[in-house]
């Protein structure tokens, strides 16, 4: 049974950081890619970042593009999204997901596989 689970959310002040993890288990992720995606209240979801297990290839939306950094341990299974200069708008709950079509577009979440079930992160102005 494939399983992903995020930790790191939190509340935080406008400028401070964290750091997100998102362990996987239950299969090899060697061909995939895996992603993270936030939601904030009454909004849909929408793509942050997305890495290839293969090649280490990155992507990112606009928005956290110079703040955000994803990152991964394929020894550990567990993917990173380090997350800097926070603003009020990152609020959200944040989600990893897994594709097994990574030359998809990978922006868009119905192309993923196999999701987290969330960690809340809510930045203070």
């Known amino acids: 049974q494939v399983q992903l689970v995020e930790s790191g959310g939190g509340l935080v002040q406008a400028g401070g950081s964290l750091r997100l993890s998102c362990a996987a288990s239950?299969?090899?992720?060697?061909?995939?890619?895996m992603g993270w995606f936030r939601q904030a209240p009454g909004k849909e979801r929408e793509f942050v970042a997305a890495?290839?297990?293969?090649?280490?290839?990155?992507y990112y939306t606009d928005s956290v593009k110079g703040r955000f950094t994803i990152s991964g341990d394929y020894a550990k299974n567990t993917t990173y999204l380090q997350m800097n200069s926070l603003k009020p708008e990152d609020t959200a709950v944040y989600y990893c997901?897994?594709?097994?079509?990574?030359?998809?577009?990978?922006?868009?979440?119905?192309?993923?596989?196999?999701w987290g079930q969330g960690t809340q992160v809510t930045v203070s102005s």
């Open positions: 890495i290839r297990w293969s090649g280490g290839i990155t």
């Open positions: 997901a897994a594709t097994s079509r990574p030359e998809t577009y990978i922006g868009f979440p119905g192309v993923y596989d196999y």
């Open positions: 239950g299969r090899t992720f060697r061909n995939y890619a």
